[in-house]
Structure formats: structure tokens, C-alpha cells
């Protein structure tokens, strides 16, 4: 079925180095992309959005890339530090139609382990 | 600004029990979604609750059900537990607004089954 999917389950960087992590969608009716940053235990923080009329966005520290011809998303944290060390998730919303805000469907996560 | 508030934070039921969980959203924010995010997996879509009226359903079985109230404060109910159904259960609320999603999560509920 359709699904949001990851390419690389984990991620080992060293500090101070940058770090991007990948994501395939597989729905080109979703409108609206965000990636969030899961630490053990708590539930997923906002990190960074897109929409679908965009190709780029930056945040601090981080810059969301997306590619709609190949359904493609990536996430580029620079400078990567320890405190990063999480789970990403990215995630789609599925407009539902009518008065409905739609669903968020996540992919399977990306484990992200940053050395000092 | 308070965030997404869930309550209790931790609970352990027994198969067959029923269980509530509670979600305060965001000041302001009128659509309230809950997710079930089993261990080492992403979260899963259960329920999307807008102005107190359902407005998505996942693929869950009849025993999950959930309501919102006129403050948008939400419930979710699951009757006859299982052992699967041990989770971390997340609520997210979202703003009103033509285009504006913002899905602010809380830090969940972690229901355990025994």
C-alpha cells in the first residue's frame, strides 16, 4: 500500500559533521511534509516543514529538500551535535477532502547517533 | 504557553480492562488526531477530531473510539484490551485556519497491557 519510507534505518556521524537523512513518498497527492525528531520516551518534536509548491526550506540548522519528481525528501542537520541524537521521523499529510485537515503518515524512522 | 497536555503519563491494564486516555490541545487549536506509536515503529493514525465531529478513522478496530469535547479537549477509548495493544499513545493538535497544519504532538501515553 502506500507508504512514507526511509532509506537508511540508522545513522552514525561524528560530532560537528553534517548529517542528511532520506525519506520516499509514495503518495503525490500529499500537500504538506514534516519531520520530527523523537528522543526516548517522549513524543515527536516539530522540526521542520515543507509544502508541496516548494523545493527548499531552511531552518536553523536544518534545510529540508524535496523532490517532487522522484517523491523524495531529505533532511541536512549541519553541524551535527550530540543533543541531535534521536529518532527522525518524516511525515505526510494526506488532505482527506472536504472540511478535513487530513492524516499525517509517518515513515519507519531513522535512528541517528552522533559521537562526540 | 502550556503545549499538548495527555493524561496519565504511564498505565498498566489488564487484558479485557477498558482504558481512557485525556488530551488537551494547544490554546486556540480546534482539531485534536491520535496516533498509536508501537516500539520501534512510527506512529499510526487512529482518530482526527475537528469542532467536536469526526473527521478521519484509521484502520482500528470498533474497540478504539474517541470524542471531543466543546473545549476540543479529546478522549480516546479502547474497550477489551489486548496485549498488542500496548503502546505509547500520542495526541496531536493542529490549528484552525485554510492551509495552516502545525501537528503539535504531546508526550504520549504509554499504555501497557499484562
Known amino acids: 500500500g502506500e507508504s512514507v519510507g526511509l532509506h537508511l534505518p540508522t545513522l552514525s556521524v561524528q560530532e560537528g559533521d553534517n548529517s542528511i537523512i532520506n525519506c520516499a513518498y509514495s503518495?503525490?497527492?500529499?500537500?504538506?511534509f514534516i519531520w520530527y525528531k523523537q528522543e526516548s520516551g517522549k513524543g515527536p518534536q516539530f522540526i521542520i516543514d515543507?509544502?508541496?509548491?516548494?523545493d527548499k526550506r531552511q531552518g536553523q540548522r536544518v534545510t529540508v529538500l524535496l523532490n517532487k519528481t522522484v517523491k523524495h525528501l531529505s533532511l541536512q542537520i549541519a553541524a551535527t551535535q550530540p543533543g541531535d541524537s534521536a529518532v527522525y521521523f518524516c511525515a505526510e499529510n494526506r488532505p482527506a477532502g472536504g472540511t478535513s485537515y487530513g492524516k499525517l503518515t509517518f515513515g519507519q524512522g531513522t535512528i541517528l547517533t552522533v559521537h562526540p | 504557553d502550556a503545549g499538548v497536555t495527555q493524561s496519565p503519563t504511564h498505565l498498566i491494564k489488564t487484558r479485557g480492562q477498558q482504558v481512557t486516555l485525556r488530551c488537551s490541545p494547544i490554546?486556540?487549536?480546534?482539531?485534536v488526531s491520535w496516533y498509536q506509536q508501537v516500539l520501534g515503529q512510527g506512529p499510526q493514525f487512529i482518530f482526527q477530531y475537528y469542532e467536536k465531529e469526526e473527521r478521519g478513522r484509521g484502520n482500528f478496530p470498533d474497540r478504539f473510539s474517541a470524542r471531543q469535547f466543546p473545549n476540543y479537549s479529546s478522549e480516546l477509548n479502547v474497550n477489551a484490551l489486548l496485549l498488542g495493544d500496548s503502546a505509547l499513545y500520542l495526541c496531536a493538535s493542529s490549528g484552525a485556519g485554510t492551509g495552516w497544519y502545525g501537528y503539535t504532538f504531546g508526550s504520549g501515553t504509554r499504555l501497557t497491557v499484562v
Open positions: 503518495n503525490s497527492a500529499s500537500d504538506y
Open positions: 515543507i509544502r508541496s509548491n516548494m
Open positions: 490554546s486556540g487549536h480546534k482539531s
